[in-house]
Nanobody
């Protein structure tokens, strides 16, 4: 059984930084594409970033490009999301997800496993 556990969320002032982590267990971590999504109250879940199984391909939502960086550490079975220059509109619950395809896909339906989410709140 594959499990994903996020951590690192919290309250931060606008302009600040946070690093989210997601530990994946129960599967072959290095085979998965790994993504981050977020969902704000009253809104649909939206794509944030993805990294392919090789780590060589990454994609970002336009709203976070240049501010967020996705990375992974195969030795630790962990995917990270470094978030800099945070804005009010980044406030949401952030979810990590794993896709068995391995390719850098971007829609929720293409991901097979999900974490429970971690809350990020940006105050101005």
């Amino acid at each position: 059984q594959v499990q994903l556990v996020e951590s690192g969320g919290g309250l931060v002032e606008a302009g600040g930084s946070l690093r989210l982590s997601c530990v994946v267990s129960g599967g072959t971590f290095s085979d998965y594409a790994l993504g981050w999504f977020r969902q704000a109250p009253g809104k649909e879940r939206e794509f944030v970033a993805v990294i392919s199984w090789t780590g060589r391909t990454t994609y970002y939502a336009g709203s976070v490009k240049g501010r967020f960086t996705i990375s992974k550490d195969n030795a630790k079975n962990t995917v990270y999301l470094q978030m800099n220059s945070l804005k009010d509109e980044d406030t949401a619950t952030y979810y990590c997800a794993a896709a068995k395809t391995g390719w850098a896909v971007t829609t929720p339906a293409e991901f097979d496993y999900w974490g429970q989410g971690t809350q990020v709140t940006v105050s101005s």
